[in-house]
């Protein structure tokens, strides 16, 4: 599941990838979008979270959704995190990593 991120464009926090898993909008409508935490953890919105993505023209099933938790991630400056250690590389760790301010008893 790796580069699965959004197609040839990073857009802090979500890194470059190849475009795929994206996610279909009628599984996006089974959430309860405002008060189901599992849908902002398992699904990146382009424009529910207000992401200059300007790639979708490139995307072959562009939906305007995709899946997160194997997402690449990326610093502030679209830069990708390092590709050689998959924790900090994708978002599944990103709520929980050091480097983000949590220790390991969860805090």
Known sequence: ???TGMREQSVYPY???WGGCTVDPKLVALFDQTNDSRYFASITSIAGENLA??????NREYTGYYM???SPICDVNNNPLPVNNYQVAQSQGL???????C???GG
Request: hydrophobic share 50%; net charge positive; aromatic share 20%.
């Open 103 to 105: 220790t390991a008893d």
């Open 1 to 3: 599941m790796i580069m």
């Open 95 to 101: 709520f929980r990593h050091p480097i983000f301010g």
């Open 15 to 17: 890194g470059f990838g």
């Open 68 to 70: 997160k938790k194997y």
């Open 53 to 58: 993505f300007s790639k979708a023209a490139a």
